[in-house]
């Protein structure tokens, strides 16, 4: 992995350049080991938080790992194109447009001691500008190279804070065309219920069960760049104790293997569907 400047990432991504770089500022990697019509991202997998940070936050450090979706930038590593953001989403959130990324409440919690300086803030801000700049830069490549792309939108959720049975999987689609890429998005939903978990851990998989897709994430590169599908994919927390903070490596390596061939059995296929059309 290289330290680069936003400049030198978008210009390798444009002349197809191989690499694995984190950004001069930290906030975020990207790893390409080959152009490929799909990608996988994480932007909710980091966890820091920057000092001047630490004395006004009203959130512990355990209230902010709740939150965060740990392990799901290694849930993906072994594909060839991965984007992970690399700050907590207590900071800035990722999957929320530029006016809304820094909050002030989170989870029905005050965030901030006190207003945060402005000078704080765009600070913020301009480390989730220049992320979607090269997420921009990113598909728009994908897709003169390829004509159609699809990227797997890694998330995670605390399942335990539900007063129902959630699935073990969820998949949010209310933001995508459903009409071209329907067959995509059932066929996906499929692979995942079929994966078989240790421990006895229940799997099954549904759609806009328990969120709907309503990321800024999707909405970005579905507004922009109408032959991509994202598949926003939620996995329930099982892969730790929510309320102990104990990760189980067992569980997230199993999904790891799993996910190493179906997403890209999957991605080929969606080639194969949608490249022609």
Known sequence: MEK??????INNIQNEVVFHAVSDDYSFTLKIDSYVPYACAAIH????????????????????????????????AFHPIVIAGCDSRFEYDLNR??????????????????????AVKQNSLKKHDTF??????????????????VVYDMHSYNWQRWD?????????????????????VES?????????FPNNIKSTAKIND?????GYFLKFITNNFKNTLVLATEIAKVYCD?????????????VSEELKYRLPKHASEFYKTYSNK
């Open 4 to 9: 680069l400047s936003v400049s030198e990432i």
């Open 45 to 76: 997998d980091g966890f820091q938080f920057r000092k001047e940070l630490w004395e006004i936050c009203l959130h512990s450090a355990y209230e902010r790992w709740y939150e965060e979706d740990p392990e799901t930038k290694n849930m993906i």
């Open 97 to 118: 447009p530029s006016e809304e990324a820094v909050f002030e409440t989170a989870w029905g919690k005050q965030l901030w001691k006190q207003p945060l300086p402005e």
């Open 132 to 149: 979607y700049n090269v997420v921009a830069s990113l598909i728009k490549k994908l897709e003169e190279k390829f004509g159609v792309c």
């Open 164 to 184: 129902r049975e959630v699935p073990t999987w969820n998949l949010g689609t209310s933001n995508i065309n459903n009409d071209r890429f329907g067959a995509a």
């Open 188 to 196: 996906w939903r499929t692979s995942l219920s079929e994966i078989v």
């Open 210 to 214: 328990t969120f709907q897709g309503n």
């Open 242 to 254: 929510e309320y102990n903070q104990i990760l189980f490596p067992e569980v997230v390596a199993k």
